[in-house]
């Protein structure tokens, strides 16, 4: 059964989704050092910025990543062991084991947004996907985690009293039922444990 408070909920995950918005950068650092180089389970995420922000964050997370980690592009199959982040200003989806970029407007006030790409993963992953909900100011992520739960998927959320903005775990959390309410440095571990993703 889910463990709400420390994991334990084991599955064969073939994609990993996270949203993050205000901290998130920190947020995504602390579960990136945690990955060996042998996690061959992708991982696509939307982490909140400004529309004309510059194409540094891939850059600023490859420092502390054994993982590559880069944008993702439209149309652009999906590989093994590999972090891909949605663009400033492009909703991010997935379709037939590829990305779609869109430019369709704002949700929650956000493009990328959160719910965006969870309720596409859902829909080609259902229960072979996981959600994470990490810090930030807003509720986007809690309509993807719905979809994520509703079709099966797993989902794990950062403890809102451990966040630098708890309002999005927080919704995240009252949406759903979560499989795993964890801190940040207990993350990466549950993912290696969770996906059975770690070359040896």
Request: net charge negative; with cysteine; hydrophobic share 45%.
């Amino acid at each position: 059964m889910p463990n709400e408070s420390t994991g334990g909920f084991m599955n064969n995950v073939d994609m990993i989704v996270i949203g993050t918005s205000l901290g998130g950068l920190q947020a995504l650092q602390t579960i990136l050092k945690a990955l060996p180089a042998g996690f061959t389970t992708p991982i696509a995420a939307v982490q909140h910025r400004h529309h004309t922000s510059e194409s540094i964050l891939a850059r600023h997370l490859q420092r502390s990543s054994a993982i590559p980690v880069c944008d993702a592009e439209d149309k652009a199959p999906i590989v093994s062991g590999r972090l891909y982040l949605a663009p400033a200003d492009y909703h991010l989806m997935i379709e037939d084991g590829r990305f779609r970029l869109s430019t369709e407007g704002a949700v929650q006030y956000s493009r990328p947004s959160i719910d965006v790409l969870f309720e596409s993963a859902a829909d080609a992953y259902r229960e072979r996907l996981l959600g994470i909900v990490l810090t930030g100011a807003n509720a986007d992520g809690a309509v993807g985690v719905k979809a994520i739960k509703a079709r099966g998927g797993i989902v794990v959320v950062q403890k809102p009293e451990e966040a630098e903005a708890p309002e999005m775990p927080r919704a995240a959390k009252a949406a759903v039922t979560v499989d795993a309410l964890l801190s940040l440095d207990e993350i990466g571990p549950y993912l290696v444990g969770c996906c059975h993703a770690v070359v040896r």
